[in-house]
């Protein structure tokens, strides 16, 4: 169980161009997810916190525009960057937390998925 | 949110057992250690977590000092496949983020 699954695993797209990742929950509920980004031989860090049916909280810096964060069910997360650039070309990853205790000592832990690999040319 | 600290690098044999020290000396007491880690390209994985008891799952064991300023990861017999990245996380009870450091690249060798 506690499965989170990300969509697509790699996308290469052209300079100013939209691109949209999916981030899905897929054997639980997750009112809260979050968006990591990891460029290479960096660690995650974490760009914005979304909750279902509300606005997402971006981290300083995070520039809310142009990462554009979708929580519109308890099951799914979209992230769209807009009008991409070769900068923004980094490992994407999510990750859910369970509405409810997976029985970890009232813990609602986190999951998360497999990472989106995206290359801007 | 607290700060850790961790040697940036550790090798350890293949079969013998992976320490992994974290400082983590200005936690506060509602927040619980965390123990990630990530293999090249993927997603992190869960490994184990506590509050201020030693704790033991399928994995490793977490074992947290008294005053819970530090603590270590223990994987009694390391694989080859348990070369990765490893964050210790002090989660905020609050918040509930999990902000990571730069981890221990752990390198199982043969």
């Known amino acids: 169980g506690a499965v989170v699954s990300q969509h697509p695993s790699r996308v290469i797209c052209k300079s100013g161009t939209s691109v949209k990742i999916e981030c899905r929950s897929l054997?639980?509920?997750?009112?809260?997810m979050f968006w990591y980004r990891q460029f290479p031989k960096q660690s995650l860090m974490l760009m914005a916190t979304?909750?279902?049916?509300?606005?997402?909280?971006?981290e300083q810096g995070v520039e809310k525009d142009k990462f554009l964060i979708n929580h519109a069910s308890l099951t799914l997360s979209t992230l769209t960057v807009t009008s991409a650039h070769p900068e923004d070309s980094s490992f994407y990853i999510c990750?859910?937390?369970?509405?409810?205790?997976?029985?970890?000592?009232?813990?609602?832990?986190?999951?998360f998925g497999p990472g989106t690999r995206l290359t801007v040319t | 949110d607290a700060k850790t600290t961790q040697p940036p690098s550790m090798d350890c044999a293949e079969g013998r057992a992976a320490n992994l020290p974290c400082n983590h000396s200005t936690i506060s007491g509602n927040e619980y250690v965390y123990w990630y880690r990530q293999i090249h390209s993927q997603g992190p994985q869960y490994i184990i977590h506590?509050?201020?008891n030693n704790e033991t799952n399928e994995m490793a064991s977490l074992i947290i000092t008294e005053d819970r300023k530090s603590s270590t990861l223990i994987l009694p017999h390391a694989t080859l496949r348990d070369t990765a990245v490893y964050y210790c996380?002090?989660?905020?009870?609050?918040?509930?983020?999990?902000?990571f450091g730069q981890g221990t690249t752990l390198q199982v060798k043969p």
């Open positions: 054997d639980f509920q997750a009112t809260t």
């Open positions: 506590g509050l201020k």
């Open positions: 990750s859910a937390r369970a509405t409810r205790d997976r029985g970890l000592r009232g813990r609602y832990e986190q999951y």
């Open positions: 996380i002090p989660r905020g009870a609050r918040t509930g983020k999990l902000i």
């Open positions: 979304s909750n279902e049916g509300s606005k997402a909280t971006y």
